[in-house]
C-alpha cells in the first residue's frame, strides 16, 4: 500500500504524545480506546474513542487518538477534523505546535490530485470477467448490508483480521467514490453479504485464492454473497500475514461486486494469484465502472 505522508511524517504521528505518557487516563474507554490503538486495530480503537468523546467533548486525549486512528485507516477527512478538534483544546505546547504542522501537511495533501485519479482510465479487463455472464448488483439493492461472522473460534484467526476486512470494505468504497457502501447488521438474516472466516485449507475452492466469494442471482442481478476468507496460508504451515489478508479480502470483495474472472496483469488486485499487489488498482476501478455502465 502507498503511504499518505513521507516515512518522516508518518514517523511523528506515531510517536506518542509527551503528555500521554505522563498521564494515567482514568476513563475505561479511553485507556482501552488507546491499548487498541497501539495494537494497530484501528477500527476497534475509533469505537471506544467515540464512546469517550460522546461522553466528554472536550477530551483532548479522545481527539488526538481518534485522529491518529482515522489516519491509519485512511479515513482522511474524519481524521482531519478530529485533528482541528484537538488543536482547539490542547495546550499551546510543543505536541500542539507539532500536531498544527501536521494538520497543514494533511490538508495540502488531501487539496493535491491524485495520480492514481488522473491514471484511472487506463484501460479494463471487463471481456475477462463477463466470460460466465454479468453479474451487477441493482441499484435498488444498494448499500449493501453485511454482515461478519465473528471468527474467534476459527483456529489461525486474529482479531487485527477484522481490521484488515474493514479496511478492505472501504477501500472499495473510497475506490468507487461511494457508489459501493457496506452497512453492517448484527445478524445474517438481515444481511446481503456475508463473511465466514475457515481454517480449512484443503478445500479446493479456497486454495488458489485463500477465499473464495460465492454470489447467487436473479433477473434483476445479485441479490446475496457469501464470502469465506481462508485464517491461514494455504502454502505455508501458518497463518495469513495482514497485509496479504487485505490482499485476500479486497480480491474476494471484487468478485462479490460483480468481477466474475480474473485479470491477466498482476498488479490488479483480481490477478488470481496471491503476491502483494498495491490495492485495487486503475484497471481495477475501471473494470468495476464499466461493468456497472453497460445497459
Known amino acids: 500500500m502507498k503511504r499518505l505522508l513521507p516515512a518522516l ?13 505522563a498521564a494515567k487516563p482514568v476513563d475505561p474507554h479511553l485507556q482501552q480506546g488507546i491499548e487498541l490503538y497501539n495494537a494497530k ?3 476497534a480503537a475509533i469505537e471506544e474513542l467515540s464512546k469517550v468523546i460522546a461522553a466528554d467533548p472536550k477530551s483532548v486525549q479522545g ?11 485512511r479515513k482522511i477527512d474524519k481524521c482531519i477534523e478530529a485533528y482541528k478538534t ?31 485519479k488522473a491514471t484511472a482510465q487506463t484501460g479494463n479487463y471487463l471481456c475477462d470477467v463477463i466470460k460466465g455472464g454479468t453479474f451487477r448488483w441493482p441499484d435498488g439493492r444498494l448499500p449493501i448490508t ?47 453479504m456475508t463473511v465466514q ?11 488458489a485464492e485463500a477465499g473464495l466469494a ?9 441479490f446475496q454473497a457469501k464470502i469465506t476468507l481462508l485464517t491461514v496460508d494455504p502454502f505455508k504451515d501458518g497463518p495469513l500475514g495482514t497485509n496479504m489478508l487485505h490482499n485476500v479480502c479486497l480480491h474476494e470483495i471484487g468478485h462479490a461486486l460483480g468481477l466474475n474472472g480474473h485479470s491477466q496483469v498482476e498488479t490488479d488486485i483480481m490477478y488470481p494469484q496471491l503476491i502483494l499487489q498495491e490495492g485495487v488498482s486503475p484497471r481495477d476501478l475501471n473494470t468495476l465502472l464499466t461493468l456497472y455502465s453497460r445497459e
Open 197 to 207: 472466516w475457515t481454517d480449512d485449507m484443503h478445500a479446493p475452492a479456497l486454495q
Open 41 to 43: 486495530r484501528n477500527y
Open 9 to 21: 511524517i508518518a514517523a511523528l504521528c506515531c510517536a506518542a504524545p509527551s503528555f500521554a505518557a
Open 214 to 222: 460465492e454470489l447467487t442471482s436473479d433477473e434483476n442481478g445479485i
Open 146 to 192: 453485511l454482515y461478519v461472522k465473528p471468527g474467534d473460534a476459527v483456529p489461525g484467526y486474529r482479531p487485527e483480521f477484522d481490521e484488515s476486512l474493514r479496511q478492505a470494505f472501504d477501500d472499495w468504497t473510497e475506490a468507487t467514490k461511494g457508489k459501493f457502501v457496506f452497512n453492517r447488521v448484527d445478524t445474517p438474516e438481515k444481511a446481503e
Open 63 to 73: 481527539w488526538l487518538y481518534i485522529a491518529r486512528a482515522y489516519q491509519n485507516a
Open 86 to 116: 484537538y488543536l482547539k483544546l490542547a495546550p499551546k505546547d510543543d505536541d500542539s505546535a507539532k500536531y498544527a504542522a501536521y494538520l497543514t501537511v494533511l490538508e495540502q495533501q488531501v487539496k493535491a490530485p491524485s495520480g492514481a
